[in-house]
């Protein structure tokens, strides 16, 4: 009987999105935060701001993957399109409500982009990391 309890804990625990589910919870609270003095910047693409994004979409990214890899039913190829899908809309998400929704908040085609742009490197890392791991064995 302990040994059942113990595997569907384990099964709860593995086998949700708990983690990705927080973390888009952790960039949402960052994002809807009003921000008073800042200005409003017009476009700029290279910033620490622009980095610390595509920092954020690249671990919500690995979080998708991560949960997607402890189902047997996803493909690689499903991997990537929906963690493509979740993290561009959901970055396009917040956008909006911050240009709506949020005072002192602003949409940003350059977060747009840096949000992708994290989101496809960590896809490529990862793709890379699966082909070298697949092909040693």
């Known amino acids: 009987?302990?040994?059942y309890l113990l595997k569907n804990i384990k099964n709860l625990l593995?086998?949700?999105p708990y983690q990705p589910i927080a973390w888009m919870t952790t960039i949402l609270c960052l994002s809807i935060i009003p921000l008073n003095r800042l200005p409003k910047i017009e476009f700029e693409l290279f910033s620490i701001d622009k980095a610390v994004?595509?920092?954020f979409y690249a671990?919500?990214?690995?979080l998708w993957w991560k949960y997607w890899s402890n189902l047997p039913a996803i493909t690689l190829i499903q991997k990537i399109i929906y963690s493509l899908l979740i993290t561009?809309?959901?970055?396009l998400f917040i956008e909006f409500l911050q240009e709506y929704a949020v005072t002192n908040r602003h949409f940003?085609?350059?977060d747009v982009i840096a949000n992708t742009f994290g989101c496809c490197m960590a896809?490529?890392?990862l793709w890379l990391q699966y082909r070298r791991t697949t092909l040693q064995n």
């Open 53 to 55: 994004h595509a920092f």
């Open 59 to 62: 671990s919500l990214t690995y």
């Open 14 to 16: 593995v086998n949700k």
């Open 108 to 110: 940003e085609l350059a």
């Open 123 to 125: 896809n490529a890392v």
């Open 88 to 91: 561009i809309v959901y970055g």
């Open 1 to 3: 009987m302990p040994c």
